[in-house]
């Protein structure tokens, strides 16, 4: 099975920077997600981290390291439309190849 | 078109009722997935159909039927639910199911169900 691990709620001022924390355990890994979504909407896709290493793009930057099962999104330059849940989602290798969701975190971000 | 369409955006249903949620996309996509989304919980898959065929049934109750007309339209029939399948009823796509598939699911905005 898999066990995703999130914290449940940050907060962050305008402007700053912040790293949301992933944690997870699964007896296979193809590769983890992370998706921004607000309340009532859909989630929207933001990265994905096969490889160890830091993918970034615009403001917002991925983390994987698959030996730690470890993954972090860092935010830079906050606004106030970054105030959303941020879902971590890991994908098992064979079987279904589904991802599994973690619960999220909420992130608030005030002025 | 880079985008899932779910109808209706909200929907209220009594316990005796038979309604369908549907989706659509137009991106090629050979997979397509129904989760199911309590507030503040994370989705829940339901059901997957690749390439028209349901691939995965997580267990759901009978009393909700998919159904894949063809590789563009996704419906969820719904009949003699509980209050406590009042949720978000989020439809998704992607590429194929397997392991090709390393650019992220597409999601629909949602239905938003209430069973009274």
């Known amino acids: 099975g898999q066990n995703i691990d999130q914290p449940t709620e940050m907060t962050a001022t305008e402007g700053a920077i912040v790293q949301i924390n992933c944690t997870y355990q699964?007896?296979?890994?193809?590769?983890l997600f992370w998706y921004q979504q607000h309340a009532g909407e859909a989630p929207t896709f933001l990265s994905y981290n096969v490889l160890d290493g830091l993918e970034e793009k615009g403001r917002f930057s991925s983390f994987l390291s698959r030996s730690k099962g470890y993954s972090y999104l860092l935010l830079k330059e906050l606004q106030m439309k970054d105030s959303a849940s941020y879902l971590c989602a890991v994908r098992r290798s064979g079987g279904s190849y589904i991802p599994t969701f973690g619960r999220g975190t909420s992130l608030i971000v005030h002025p | 078109d880079t985008e899932v369409t779910q109808t209706p955006k909200h929907l209220v249903m009594g316990m005796t009722n038979k309604k369908s949620l549907k989706c659509e996309q137009h991106?090629?996509?050979?997979?397509m997935y129904w989760y199911k989304q309590k507030a503040k919980k994370p989705p829940e898959l339901m059901f997957v159909?690749?390439?028209?065929?349901?691939?995965i049934n997580e267990s759901v109750p009978s009393r909700f039927s998919p159904e894949c007309p063809n590789s563009s339209l996704l419906n969820l029939h719904l009949h003699a639910l509980q209050p406590e399948d009042s949720a978000l009823y989020l439809c998704?796509?992607?590429?194929?199911?397997?392991?090709?598939?390393?650019?992220?699911?597409?999601f629909g905005s949602g239905t938003r169900l209430t069973v009274v």
């Open positions: 991106m090629g996509h050979r997979a």
């Open positions: 699964t007896s296979g890994f193809n590769g």
């Open positions: 159909y690749s390439y028209e065929k349901l691939s």
């Open positions: 998704a796509s992607s590429q194929d199911q397997g392991q090709a598939t390393n650019y992220g699911y597409t």
